[in-house]
């Protein structure tokens, strides 16, 4: 089992050496709205597109009311944008109507929200709320593993091997942190481990040094 102090080396060296997270909003409903454009989409193509959309519908009584084609036009070139564009629209009316337009502080709440997950959630919780929290997409998944964390198949998994491993203080901001590495350098197809600066903390680089 890694010790916690090697993960804090780690944390450390990634915190001095990855390009901050570009999406800078702290705004639950901009963040939530930003995060289901992003589901299989390009970031570049993300922050675009949630820009056009929030700067045309800046809030979710404006959004529940226009009309679903526009959001699909003004979302696209995002991957599945008219189905992104419903449940978008669905969201609004939700957090309109049941909830005076504040998106909720809590996981089972916005879990009930169409297209909402556990990784959405968590990433409008630790970003905009300051919960103690790990939002865990691909890029903590895969990184977690590949560094030798955890040894876990699925994201859910990943979220509760984690918890048990990482000192709390850093649960909110891993997610930004990896999501930057894993864009970067730890890529999901052939990472750069010939410039990583943790590569002799990695397991993977272990097992499969040819560098
Ligand atoms: S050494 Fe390679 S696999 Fe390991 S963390 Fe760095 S880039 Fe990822």
Request: glycine share 4%.
């Amino acid at each position: 089992m890694v010790k916690k102090e090697e993960i804090e080396e780690v944390i450390k060296i990634l915190r001095a050496n990855v390009p901050p997270h570009p999406y800078k909003s702290r705004d639950p409903f901009k963040v939530l709205i930003a995060t289901v454009i992003s589901q299989r989409t390009k970031d570049e193509v993300t922050y675009t597109v949630a820009e056009k959309l929030f700067e045309k519908y800046p809030s979710p009584r404006a959004l529940k009311n226009a009309p679903t084609e526009e959001i699909a036009h003004l979302i696209y070139p995002a991957g599945f944008y008219k189905q992104k564009a419903k449940k978008i629209k669905e969201i609004a009316k939700i957090i309109d109507e049941e909830y005076g337009g504040r998106v909720p502080d809590n996981i089972e709440e916005l879990l009930k929200l169409p297209g909402v997950g556990r990784k959405t959630a968590n990433i409008v919780l630790s970003r905009c709320y300051d919960k103690d929290v790990i939002a865990v997409d691909v890029h903590v998944h895969r990184i977690s593993n590949r560094l030798g964390w955890v040894t876990t198949k699925t994201p859910e998994e990943t979220e509760n091997a984690l918890m048990k491993i990482l000192p709390k203080r850093y649960w909110k901001d891993i997610n930004e942190l990896l999501v930057m590495f894993g864009r970067t350098i730890c890529r999901p197809m052939a990472p750069r481990c010939d410039i990583c600066p943790v590569k002799n903390y990695c397991k993977y680089y272990k097992e499969n040094k040819k560098w």
